[in-house]
């Protein structure tokens, strides 16, 4: 398989891609589009630079004659659409790049999918598939008393960011019933671990909680997420798209609901053994709660039994396991949260998010 990457040096896509290059057994040629925007860092792919299965390309999914131009030179049989404006705060401050990116850069990469795919020869053109990456977030928010959110759960966006990833989901139903698009689509629910962009919460607090500085915590805390550890969703991903059913969506989910402010003292417990405060003092002291968010959805959760039942697909990690690795991960790895941290935000201040 040619494989195309979009977003590949984002926090998932990165994880992805070298998820694809170390699976025996599975030999594919990878090609990453990245804008390298605040959020995209080539130093996530530092470690498969070098492998002759993987080509860096810096542009746009909404340069279609550039995407055109991949797709044909490349030979790709499938596309990977992680490229996305995902921090809810910044959709609040500003929602117009999430409706470039999101919506109108999906319809371009769609457009571009469609016109290769159809020029395709009947093999290719059977095994040929475009696979979205989405998020539960379109589904809205839930009561604690809701059932999880399932594939057939109606669309309710709560924040610009939500609504941008519901109309690019749109776009990629439409195509498939429309132009017949071979077409797949994953929603997911909060991810975590290696390589996650410094201001996301799990980060946020580990780092902030070695440097000495307060952990910000929106409103009480009790906003409640379905937590995914990112190489389970990464064989998610692989799944769907190998055996997958053209046309269908299919929920991740990482069967962890948890609220914001237990999952910061579980972090804070754990830091206070593996990297305990000078003073002595627990890390939990520097929890301070703050303004809560505009619109902050209460609830996210995910019913990913379509994904199990059909595929056979379980996230490995519990939520204890998948935490010590990234807490471990981000204590060995402060020059990849120095380096991007200084170059990509300048001046500006660390938020939180979840």
Same mark, same amino acid.
Do not use: Q
């Given at each position: 398989m040619s494989i195309l =990457?979009?977003?590949?040096?984002?926090?998932? #896509? *990165?994880?992805?891609?070298? /998820?694809? @290059?170390?699976?025996?057994?599975?030999p594919c040629r990878v090609v990453n589009l990245d804008k390298l925007t605040y959020a995209g860092n080539p130093a996530n792919l530092a470690d498969v630079a070098g492998d002759a299965r993987y080509r860096f390309i810096q542009g746009d999914i909404g340069d279609e004659a550039l995407v055109s131009t991949i797709l044909a030179r490349e030979g790709v049989t499938a596309i990977v659409n992680f490229a996305a404006e995902s921090h809810v705060d910044r959709s609040i401050d500003t929602p117009e790049p999430f409706v470039q990116t999101n919506v109108l850069g999906t319809l371009r990469l769609l457009n571009a999918a469609r016109h /290769?795919?159809?020029? @395709?020869? *009947?093999g290719p053109r059977e095994s040929f598939r475009f696979h979205h990456i989405s998020t539960d977030e379109v589904y809205g928010t839930l009561a604690p008393g809701d059932p999880a959110f399932t594939e057939e759960t109606p669309f309710a966006p709560n924040s610009p960011y939500a609504a941008s990833k519901a109309a690019s989901d749109h776009l990629v139903r439409s195509y498939r019933h429309t132009y017949g698009l071979p077409t797949l689509t994953t929603n997911c629910s909060n991810n975590y671990g290696p390589f996650h962009f410094p201001e996301k919460l799990f980060p946020l607090v580990i780092l902030n909680a070695l440097d000495g500085r307060p952990l910000p915590v929106y409103g009480d805390g009790r906003q409640v997420r379905d937590w995914l550890f990112v190489e389970d969703h990464c064989r998610a991903i692989a799944l769907v798209l190998e055996r997958g059913r053209p046309g269908e969506t299919y929920n991740v #989910?990482?069967?962890?609901?948890?609220?914001?402010? !237990?999952? =910061?003292?579980?972090?804070?417990? @754990?830091? !206070? #053994?593996?990297?305990?405060?000078? !003073?002595?003092k627990l890390h939990s002291g520097q929890i301070e709660f703050v303004a809560d968010r505009p619109g902050h959805d209460r609830r996210y959760a995910i019913n990913c039994s379509k994904l199990q039942r059909e595929l056979g697909w379980s996230p490995l990690e519990s939520f204890s396991t998948g935490l010590a690795k990234t807490v471990d991960w981000y204590i060995a790895n402060r020059a990849w949260c120095a380096e991007i941290t200084s170059k990509r935000y300048a001046r500006e201040r660390l938020g939180t998010t979840a």
């Open positions: =990457v979009t977003g590949g040096c984002g926090f998932i #896509g *990165s994880n992805f891609i070298r /998820h694809l @290059l170390r699976r025996a057994g599975a /290769h795919w159809a020029s @395709l020869g *009947s #989910g990482g069967l962890c609901e948890m609220a914001n402010i !237990d999952a =910061v003292r579980m972090i804070c417990s @754990l830091l !206070d #053994g593996k990297a305990p405060r000078a !003073d002595g």
